[in-house]
């Protein structure tokens, strides 16, 4: 299987354990009922369609990705990012990524593992900006984000260090590797991993430097200053449109009033949008239940928002995330006559595929 049980249960336990101090530290059963009752769901619709704004900018991001690898798409591929996002709220450790990555490979004709690259440059791309979203809800809010900031490290066993080291870690390793073969070459990275992997039998070796081939062949899509700039300017769209849908849903919560001015309460908005979706690094089961939903609160409550408001507030942006890419996903698969099993048994198969020829060449 393309998950394995080591790495199953590691995230369960993690979503486990978020979840838990998340009900411990923020939930009164009574209290968020009534906090979710009196809610306004009126705003959730408009919500929604600024979710699907930010998938058409993520879909023109990857487009801009790909173009190195399959020129112009010869089908729409919005469909397969949405069907990506369904992988990844229904199978465990971010599966929906590779079952993306596999999906286009079945109607473009491209690498799978190439593909999978670009994801992965995506995934850097989208750190970088919510560390940027991050410093710009520090000037809107000024002392009170710091603060805020502090109070969500202090939750995390490490503190400071560790929650950064944690954010940085995906940017970091992407970029290095790119960085890299800028300044030697792909054919030196491979050599250097071969002899890394000198330990490992032969005939597997072979095959998991075919798929290290092909991973940094999408990888290296980005080989200038200019192209990690262009990729950076399609992200930002991505995640103000994300922050909107956000914004909305609070406004339903009736946030704002808590705030003394407009700016204070789109640093507020800025700040959930950075931590709940950074805090996507930490090992969590299928949807990223439990690290979204506690760092989201948790940057709420540390700027003076009630703890019932703060976790209704987080679960119900965190459902309507959830259920309209998983419904849709699963009416595209229907319509476009595939299944999940299917495209995760293929993507299966795909890296077997990519190994074995990787051991003739």
Same mark, same amino acid.
């Given at each position: 299987?393309?998950?394995?049980?080591?790495?199953?249960?590691?995230g369960?336990?993690?979503?486990?354990?978020?979840l838990? =101090?998340?009900?411990m530290?923020?939930?009164?059963?009574?209290?968020?009922?009534?906090?979710?009752?009196?809610?306004?769901?009126?705003?959730?619709?408009?919500s929604i369609?600024? #979710?699907?704004?930010? =998938?058409?900018? @993520?879909t023109? @991001?990857?487009?801009?990705?790909?173009?190195?690898?399959?020129?112009?798409?010869?089908?729409?591929?919005?469909?397969?990012?949405?069907?990506?996002?369904?992988?990844?709220?229904?199978?465990?450790?971010?599966?929906?990524?590779?079952?993306r990555?596999y #999906?286009?490979?079945?109607?473009?004709?491209?690498?799978?593992?190439?593909?999978?690259?670009?994801?992965?440059?995506?995934?850097?791309?989208?750190?970088?900006?919510?560390?940027?979203?991050?410093?710009?809800? /520090?000037?809107?809010?000024?002392?009170? =984000?710091?603060?805020?900031?502090?109070?969500?490290?202090?939750?995390?066993?490490?503190?400071?260090?560790v929650?950064?080291?944690?954010?940085?870690?995906?940017f970091?390793?992407?970029?290095?590797?790119v960085?890299?073969?800028?300044?030697s070459?792909?054919?030196?990275?491979?050599?250097?991993?071969? @002899?890394?992997?000198?330990?490992?039998?032969?005939?597997?070796?072979k095959?998991?430097?075919?798929?290290?081939?092909?991973?940094?062949e999408?990888?290296?899509?980005?080989?200038? =200053?200019?192209?990690?700039?262009?990729?950076?300017?399609?992200?930002?769209?991505?995640?103000?449109?994300?922050? /909107?849908?956000?914004?909305?849903?609070?406004?339903?919560?009736?946030?704002?009033?808590?705030?003394?001015?407009?700016?204070?309460?789109?640093?507020?908005?800025?700040?959930?949008?950075?931590?709940?979706?950074?805090?996507?690094?930490?090992?969590?089961?299928?949807?990223?239940?439990?690290?979204?939903?506690f760092?989201?609160?948790?940057s709420?409550?540390?700027?003076?928002?009630?703890?019932?408001?703060?976790?209704?507030?987080?679960?119900?942006?965190?459902?309507?995330?959830?259920?309209?890419?998983?419904?849709?996903?699963?009416?595209?698969?229907?319509?476009?006559?595939?299944?999940?099993?299917?495209?995760?048994?293929?993507?299966?198969k795909? @890296?077997?595929?990519?190994?074995?020829?990787?051991?003739?060449?």
């Amino acid at each position: 299987m393309l998950i394995g049980n080591k790495a199953f249960w590691i995230g369960a336990l993690g979503s486990a354990v978020f979840l838990a =101090v998340f009900v411990m530290l923020f939930v009164d059963l009574d209290t968020i009922g009534n906090v979710l009752n009196e809610a306004d769901y009126v705003y959730v619709l408009p919500s929604i369609l600024f #979710y699907f704004l930010a =998938v058409w900018f @993520r879909t023109a @991001r990857w487009k801009f990705l790909l173009h190195p690898l399959i020129g112009k798409p010869k089908k729409g591929i919005y469909s397969v990012v949405i069907v990506g996002y369904m992988a990844n709220n229904l199978i465990p450790v971010r599966i929906g990524e590779v079952i993306r990555a596999y #999906y286009l490979s079945l109607r473009e004709g491209c690498s799978t593992s190439a593909a999978f690259g670009t994801v992965a440059v995506e995934r850097a791309t989208d750190v970088l900006a919510l560390l940027l979203f991050l410093g710009a809800a /520090g000037l809107l809010g000024a002392s009170g =984000v710091e603060r805020a900031f502090g109070e969500i490290a202090s939750k995390v066993p490490g503190g400071t260090l560790v929650m950064v080291s944690a954010a940085l870690l995906p940017f970091i390793l992407v970029f290095s590797l790119v960085l890299l073969i800028s300044f030697s070459s792909k054919q030196n990275v491979n050599d250097f991993i071969s @002899r890394i992997l000198i330990v490992v039998g032969q005939t597997h070796r072979k095959r998991i430097l075919a798929i290290i081939d092909r991973l940094l062949e999408g990888l290296t899509v980005i080989n200038s =200053v200019t192209d990690l700039i262009k990729v950076l300017a399609w992200s930002i769209p991505v995640w103000v449109a994300e922050a /909107g849908m956000y914004y909305l849903i609070a406004m339903g919560f009736d946030l704002g009033s808590i705030f003394a001015t407009e700016l204070e309460f789109l640093s507020a908005i800025l700040l959930f949008t950075a931590a709940a979706n950074l805090a996507g690094v930490f090992p969590s089961t299928a949807g990223g239940w439990g690290p979204f939903d506690f760092f989201g609160a948790a940057s709420l409550i540390a700027l003076g928002v009630q703890n019932e408001i703060a976790a209704g507030y987080a679960l119900t942006v965190h459902v309507v995330l959830w259920v309209p890419p998983t419904l849709l996903g699963a009416l595209l698969l229907v319509w476009d006559g595939a299944s999940l099993p299917g495209l995760l048994r293929g993507a299966k198969k795909s @890296r077997q595929s990519a190994g074995e020829q990787g051991s003739i060449t």
